[in-house]
């Protein structure tokens, strides 16, 4: 079947002409960057407050589209939003008509009736105005992390990428017990790019999304969302007769779900395997405490049946004396993050939609994590993130904030000649995010816009992530307040922040400020390379834009290098206070004396000016501006929605002129690229032949 | 097709040794050098043998004689230059392969095309190759060492059409940078090569719309006897293959999407180029302009590749990781049967019956197994 969005407007049979179909993409305006989250709900009213912060923090807009709830649904998810100082992103609209219950009825409902679940569908997803849009559930609920992830990729997306995510079906008793299916493995493609060729189609079941054949899959990890099913309603409502899942392997997952539901409504719920009791501290819900501290926490992989990520918690070993510096490689005794388990990173396992895979295969007893009792308080726990471009001051911040009791994990990259004050860097972090890095062969500094979204991509591997998730937290049992520092970090912060809010803590950020010629002289000088000026002020601008965005929002702060030498305890405090760092609000007068003496005026290092470093015209003017947007934020009081659309912009600007050096210089590109095989049997009998008559 | 006038004269020994000239069309891909090499060809001129077949992208024929495309083709690639590049660099990069002995080759080449020639009483001979732009220094020099006189005649079409003509090589708006600095690149620097030689320019629309004033000027510019002694029969023969229906509107930059310093760089080029159409444009102060243009250009990629450094580093580093590739595939016992055919006698095979025979072997492999 094609899509059917081939023309502007799709009409419905019944001929209702104000729910016909108009085609966003078919529109006047070009759609906005961004991710738009779509819920159909009927009778959600109990969900949607638990369902709608999670959406409404992670996606630009919400349209929920109301199907006849007679329970008041829409009224609670407006006041929801409300709550939550979102109520100009959230669109509520009725959908007045009948829909087609899954199975048989569906079966026997034609794709252009309003009735119809996939007409349905493409009307909802019509609403939507701008470039990507994620399909979501009003029994759906985020976790933090999950949040955090598609916050990300609402700015990060571009191109045809498709986004799948696990998701784990969790059946609550009451407010204070509920049970987690961990046999269930239902992984679903949520989010799309709003563009002909991705309209709903009627599959026997159900309603099926288009996309093309070789579209790139990201594929999400698991432990960011959960599927609510409440134990006392009826469920299955929506389906015609249970009778019509029975039957087809297109079902199993469905099948499951009855099995399960059922059985935990009898209370035989330790005979159905696999399924974890969770029951929540006195005072907090329960689903609450499942998306906030118990799904964060719990073992991976969460899926039972999928294999062991073979991450040891506790004490990862490493050796110092391996890891080069200024730019340390790999360390040896690093668990390796690329090393994928067999089968785990194929993503081509049970991504099939809805083709659910339940099984019965219990997890060995060493891996079963019992997580039934309340978590400890995890309130005081920080994680400071120093994000920013090398070379511009960032281990001086760290080294201050170091001395005044913030921890940096232990062993530290050893300091050399470049770097006088050490650079306060954690040899298993930079190792790790090394590695990654190196992975998909992207540099420390690179100037390519699109390599945000690939390491993005490659921080969603799971055992990656779990192993970032287990060292940090065998370091916050041992410290509160940790700082992490490492020009590598700007590529993998959401990870890092993920990772940071898997383990309670409350991540921020510092990003450091320097002018750019400062810091592209200081580079050439030190890390001299194939890399010219030019390519390391467009670096600095990619780094400095994306950083700012990936920041945005949440809790940070600019700091200038040229004050942090002038007067570092003006600049410190008022950090530590909005961070709320208890290390920098409750240092003693001999913290402050301590780190006085670290930091001296000799620390002024390099200066020139654009002249002299030989940029050129088009670059260095993006690089002014962007100093002249950033800089000004180290005020917190100048971080406005203003100054974001001016950066945004300058984003756009900085990604259209690299698009077109990169279409210019192709041929360079192209020629650096694997040379192809010369047809050198030609040439060799050419030479021999005309040697042997040359003599 | 002989001359039935030269003939005679050739047989009565009154004329000196006639003098020997090699015509060497040049320009980018799309610009009509097919059109022009065929033209030349009507008019009684000499296209060396045997020429790449005809295809459906081409259906009169390329004019393009075969060791020269295959001889073009195994230097670029030892070069790992593409046949539209771009880079500046890339020129310097191109005379290097040209050895001592592909110099001998050509030489031999060419002194035995001129003795064919000569069996059909006729003593110019048109050289054509999309590619031969990258090596006119070579075939200039050939041309000395085999004691011709060296003329060129380069195509010249608006970079615009040149660029959406193109068959699509990489995807999106990069594509379109890319020819269209590709294109400057060849233009510029095939002026500049040519300069010391007898010269000819061409726009691809005049000769579309009135091929006998252009061949006419041509004949006048490079002193062909070819032309100036057609005879009628040629003249028709030539009316009957410039095909009216290759004139097409000019489709300007609409739809291509190119950064505007480059856009406007490929116009003021050819602007310029256009002013060497007559012998009186080629003035001082033109073959300046065209050499501040050439700097200026390179002065653009220069500073494009710089600001692309990352996905130079990034297309280098994955290279590195790739694994050799083998030479050839690996193969059982029955595919080294095939392998010891000869690949003439292979080729020569219609590529569905190869696809059957190969399904066979594989099928009786499994058989046996």
Known sequence: ?695 | MPHDERAVAGASGEQPTPVRSMVVVAGSGRSGTSTMAGVLRQLGLYVPQPEVVADSTNPLGFGEPQWVVDLHNALLSRAHVHASDARPAAWHLVDQTVSDAIRWHLDRWLVAQFRDALEADVTELVVKDPRVSWFLPTWIGAAHRANARACTLTMLRPPAEVVASKSTYYGGRMADSNRTAAWINMMLHTEYMTRDTTRSFVRYHDLLDDWTTVLYRVGQQLGLQGIENATTDNIRRVHQFVDPGLRRVTTGWDGIEVPEGLRELAEETWEELGALVTTEGETDLVHKRLDDLRAAYTELYEGAELLAMSSVIAARRRTRQQPPRPLEPPAGRLDKVAWLVPHSVRARIPARLRTKARASVIRLRRGLR
Request: with cysteine.
């Open chain 1, 1 to 695: 079947m094609t899509s059917p969005d081939t023309s502007r407007v799709m009409h419905n049979i019944e001929g209702h002409a104000a729910f016909d179909v108009h085609w966003p993409w078919h529109g006047d305006r070009p759609l906005a960057p961004g991710l738009t989250t779509v819920i159909r709900v009927k009778n959600e009213a109990r969900s949607m407050p638990r369902v709608l912060p999670g959406v409404l923090a992670a996606t630009e807009r919400v349209v929920v589209i109301d199907n006849q709830s007679t329970d008041g649904t829409a009224g609670i998810s407006r006041s929801t939003a409300e709550q939550v100082g979102a109520a100009d992103r959230l669109e509520v609209l009725e959908y007045p008509f009948d829909v087609s219950r899954c199975g048989l009825e569906h079966l026997w409902t034609p794709d252009r009736s309003v009735h119809s679940l996939a007409y349905f569908y493409n009307w909802s997803f019509a609403q939507v105005a701008t470039q990507y849009s994620m399909k979501w559930d009003g029994d759906m609920v985020l976790t933090p992390e999950g949040i955090a992830i598609l916050r990300d990729l609402g700015w990060q997306l571009s191109g045809d990428v498709l986004v799948t995510m696990p998701r784990h079906p969790l059946f609550v008793e009451s407010d204070s017990v509920a049970y987690l299916d961990r046999g269930t493995a239902n992984i679903e493609p949520y989010v799309f790019p709003m563009a002909a060729g991705y309209g709903h189609v009627k599959a026997f079941e159900w309603e099926l999304r288009l996309h093309p054949e070789n579209i790139t899959r990201m594929r999400l990890p698991e432990g960011l969302c959960v599927e609510l099913k409440y134990l006392d309603s009826d469920e299955f409502a929506h389906w015609t007769a249970p009778d019509s899942f029975a039957e087809s392997t297109r079902t199993g997952r469905k099948r499951r779900e009855w099995e399960v539901f059922h059985g935990l409504a009898e209370g035989r719920w330790r005979e159905l395997g696999n399924i974890e009791r969770i029951e929540a501290p006195d005072g907090v819900h329960v689903i609450d405490y499942v998306t906030e501290k118990w799904l964060p926490q719990a073992h991976r992989p969460v899926f039972a049946g999928a294999p062991s990520l073979n991450v040891r918690v506790g004490d990862l070993p490493i050796d110092v004396d391996a890891v080069p510096q200024p730019r340390p490689a790999i360390a040896t005794g690093v668990e390796d993050p690329n090393a994928e388990t067999e089968g785990a990173g194929d993503p081509r396992r049970s991504e099939i939609d809805g083709a659910a895979t339940p099984t019965r295969a219990s997890r060995p007893e060493e891996q079963a994590v019992e997580v039934t009792d309340a978590l400890p308080d995890f309130s005081l726990r920080r994680l400071l993130l120093v994000a920013g471009s090398g070379r511009s001051g960032t281990s001086l911040l760290t080294t201050v904030v170091r001395e005044l009791g913030v921890r940096v994990p232990q062993p530290e990259v050893r300091t050399d000649e470049s770097n006088p004050l050490g650079f306060a860097e954690s040899v298993w972090a930079v190792a790790f995010n090394d590695r990654l890095l190196n992975r998909e062969l992207i540099e420390v500094s690179d100037a390519r816009p699109e390599a945000w979204l690939e390491t993005t991509r490659i921080s969603m591997g799971p055992r990656p992530r779990q192993l970032l998730f287990a060292w940090l937290n065998a370091q916050f049992e041992q410290h509160d307040e940790i700082v992490i520092k490492d020009p590598r970090l700007s590529w993998f912060l959401g990870m890092w922040r993920a990772a940071g809010l898997r383990t309670g803590a409350r991540p921020s950020f510092a990003t450091m400020l320097r002018h750019p010629t400062q810091v592209v002289s200081s580079k050439s000088l030190r890390y001299p390379g194939p890399a010219g000026n030019t390519n390391r002020t467009a670096a600095w601008v990619n780094m400095m834009l994306f950083t700012e965005r990936a920041t945005r929002g949440s809790e940070r702060v600019f700091i200038s290098y040229d004050e942090v030498l002038e007067d570092w305890t003006r600049v410190i405090r008022p950090m530590g206070e909005k961070l709320d760092l208890a290390a920098i609000t409750g240092a003693t007068a001999d913290d402050v004396r301590r780190v006085s003496t670290v930091i001296q005026p000799s620390l002024r290092g390099e200066h020139g000016g654009w002249s002299e470093l030989g940029v050129a015209g088009v670059i260095r003017d993006l690089a002014e501006a962007t100093w002249e947007q950033l800089l000004p934020m180290t005020d917190a009081t100048q971080d406005t929605s203003t100054r974001a659309a001016a950066l945004d912009s300058l984003r756009r600007d900085y990604t259209a002129l690299l698009d077109e050096a990169e279409g210019i210089a192709m041929s360079t590109i192209d020629a650096a690229g694997p040379a192809p095989r010369p047809n050198d049997v030609f040439l060799v009998a050419l030479e021999r032949e005309a040697a042997a008559a040359m003599g």
